[in-house]
Nanobody
Framework: QVQLVESGGGLVQPGGSLRLSCAAS????????MSWYRQAPGKERELVAT??????NYADSVKGRFTISRDNEKNTVYLQMNSLKPEDTAVYYC???????WGQGTQVTVSS
């Protein structure tokens, strides 16, 4: 059974950092493209970052600040978020590209 469990969200001041984790079970993260999405209140869910075996890709709004990575031994995908801005506030979701699997989401709030 495929399962994705996000963690690492919280409240952080502007300019701060957080690292989100997505623990996967039921499959190996090395074998699938994995993404992070986010959804802010009143807005549509948007793609933040993707990692596959051949590339990583980022939304323009997070390029140079966020880094997606995966640890195959821990079967976990990460999103390192630096220089956070209030507009990064959202629920962040982990997503497996093949088969359309979502995690439950983790809240990130950037506020002073």
């Amino acid at each position: 059974q495929v399962q994705l469990v996000e963690s690492g969200g919280g409240l952080v001041q502007p300019g701060g950092s957080l690292r989100l984790s997505c623990a996967a079970s039921g499959f190996g993260v090395s074998r699938y493209g994995m993404s992070w999405y986010r959804q802010a209140p009143g807005k549509e869910r948007e793609l933040v970052a993707t990692v596959t075996s051949v590339y990583t890709n980022y939304a323009d709004s997070v390029k140079g600040r966020f880094t997606i990575s995966r640890d195959n031994e821990k079967n976990t995908v990460y999103l390192q978020m630096n220089s956070l801005k209030p507009e990064d506030t959202a629920v962040y979701y982990c997503y497996r590209i093949a088969g359309t699997y979502w995690g439950q989401g983790t809240q990130v709030t950037v506020s002073s």
